[in-house]
Every structure is written in C-alpha cells, then in structure tokens.
C-alpha cells in the first residue's frame, strides 16, 4: 500500500487517520515542491511521528519518482489532490500495480471563507503565477472575471518557489492583476488576504483592490481572495477584517 496522506497547514494538524498510514510505512517522503508549511519545521514533524522524513524536490517528485513502492507514503502540506501533480501520480502507481490510498487534510479551501465568506458562493480557483522572461500568463484574470459574472467569489493561489525561497504575497499578485486589469474591472471589488492560515500568527485583511499597495508584510504562505457582490452578512463580516 502506497499512503498519499494530507498533512494540513502546519506541524499541529496531523490527524489520528493519518499517524496510523504513517506508522505502517516503511519509508516517508514529503513533497517539498507545491506547498509550505504555514507553521513549523519538517525536524518537527520527524520528532512527531518518530520517523525520518525525506524531502522530494519537484524533479523527484515528478519524474524520477522512485518514491513510488509498497509500505511509502507521501506527505503532502495542506490537501492531497489540490495540485495536479498529486494527479498524475495516481495514475503512475496504477500502472505499477501498486494499491494506493489518499488521506485528506486540512487545506486553504477549508479557510477560504473563513472572515464571512459563504462557502458556496465561490467559484474556480486560480493560480497566479510569477511572470518568467517570454512568459506572463494572463489566463487566471479571465477567469475571475468568469466568476465575477456569475457573482462567485474566487480564491487565488499565490506562486511558490522553494527553491529560491521566494513566495509571493498579496500585494505581488494584486500588482500582477492591475497590470492586466486595464479596463479596472478589479478597481472597487472587496478583497482579502490571507496569511498563516491555520498557525499562530494567522492574519485576514480585507481591503478594497484599489488600496493594495497598503498592504504590509505577513507571514507567507499568503493567498488572495477576490469577491464578488457581497450579501449584507457578508458585507458586516467581512467590515470586521478591515485595518
């Protein structure tokens, strides 16, 4: 049995389903490559569950992949299945004949609407990514305009880079989206940032999109959220989050 086993936000959210998958494998890797921990150190984890942890880049993670076996897991920060690569190793331990099982965990979508958000009004997600030399995607601001015509809300993933220790904040992706935003359709929508979710040092800020450049610094991983029309209980609940 191969584990693919979520491991939630930081060090403390590891549930009972999860030690147990743990405990049965023989080897443990994490995937240091889509996620960070909001709170806490892999050191911590080891100490947690007694076993040492080994740390899968994203060439490792994806295309060497002997990690792949019988009596492994696979920890995963935050929900297992949120990135598409957690996909495509499914279907590679199926070709290997290896019998898998996916534990969730605790992700940002569970603190998504966490200021007063109603959980079913959101729409897609998007990713926003940094923009690389002959590369600037544009793709994720069409589709918070897709969601905006329907009245969703949406939350935006922000760009991680481990390797470079560069992770990007709020205030970069709404930089990144008034670039694109010419006809500033974004201008006077309420957005929110979202900082250390599930640790400590959590914070919610929710701002107008026009006041970004307001914004200080937080803690990372951050996500945005962009919302669409407010309901009045939305509106009062979100108010409370505004420095």
């Known amino acids: 049995m191969f584990y693919i086993i979520g491991i939630g936000l930081t060090t403390k959210q590891l549930s009972l389903e999860a030690k147990e998958a743990i405990k ?61 690569t957690h996909y495509s190793l499914l279907e590679e331990l199926k070709k290997r004949d290896i019998a898998y099982k996916v534990i969730a965990g605790i992700s ?32 994720f601001y069409n589709l918070i305009l897709d969601n905006l015509k329907i009245n969703a809300h949406t939350l935006c993933l922000l760009d991680i880079k481990v390797l470079e220790n560069r992770f990007m904040s709020a205030k970069e992706a709404c930089e990144l989206l008034e670039e ?38 937080y803690p990372k991983p951050q996500s945005l959220v962009i919302c669409a029309e407010l309901n009045e209980f939305e509106k009062v609940s979100v108010d409370e989050y505004r420095n």
Do not use: H, W
């Open 24 to 84: 049965k494998s023989k080897e443990v890797y994490i995937d240091n490559y889509t996620n960070i921990l909001s709170s806490g150190e892999i050191n911590e984890l080891e100490e947690t569950i007694g076993k040492e942890i080994i740390q899968l880049n994203r060439t490792e993670l994806e295309q060497k992949q002997e990690y792949l076996k019988n009596d492994s897991c696979l920890l995963v920060i935050g929900n297992p299945l949120s990135a598409t």
């Open 108 to 139: 940002i979508f569970n603190y998504r609407g966490s200021f007063g958000l109603y959980e079913y009004k959101f729409g897609k997600t998007v990713s926003i990514v940094y923009p690389e030399k002959n590369y600037f995607p544009k793709s």
């Open 180 to 217: 694109i935003d010419i006809d500033k359709t974004l201008e006077n929508k309420t957005c929110a940032m979202l900082s250390g979710m599930g640790s400590i040092n959590e914070k919610i800020i929710t701002f107008d999109f026009k006041d970004y450049k307001k914004l200080k610094e």
